[in-house]
Nanobody, 118 residues
Framework: VQLVESGGGWVQPGGSLRLSCVAS????????MSWDRQAPGNERDFVAD????????YYRDSVKGRFTLSRDDVKNTVYLQMNSLKPEDTAVYYC????????????WGQGTLVTVSS
């Protein structure tokens, strides 16, 4: 069971990045897939999650309208498209899989660093 994130990097304010999270050893379609982030010196915060039916998707207020979470169950992959990035979006972004009923954490990745600066 593994989640591997990629797509992080450095971008100027206003730029875009797309993060990917590839699941192996299990079918991500059976789980709520989510992204958290942790900025230096801060606690880890929820960013967004998506249910397997793609009907229910939640975002933290500060990223609404800028970030879009999607999933490709054929590729067992979840994507976080991040547009209009701000310096305060700088953080390590972590992908997670959670049980759909209990929301218990099932799998998590090692994170990918996003740095937004000029």
């Amino acid at each position: 069971v593994q989640l591997v994130e990629s797509g992080g990097g450095w971008v100027q304010p206003g730029g875009s990045l797309r993060l990917s999270c590839v699941a192996s050893g299990f079918s991500s379609s059976n789980y709520i897939m989510s992204w958290d982030r942790q900025a230096p010196g801060n606690e880890r915060d929820f960013v967004a999650d998506i249910d397997r039916d793609d009907i229910i998707t939640y975002y933290r207020d500060s990223v609404k309208g800028r970030f879009t979470l999607s999933r490709d169950d054929v590729k067992n992959t979840v994507y976080l498209q991040m547009n209009s990035l701000k310096p305060e979006d700088t953080a390590v972004y972590y992908c997670q899989a959670r049980n759909r009923i209990t929301r218990t954490l099932y799998a998590w990745g090692q994170g990918t660093l996003v740095t937004v600066s000029s």
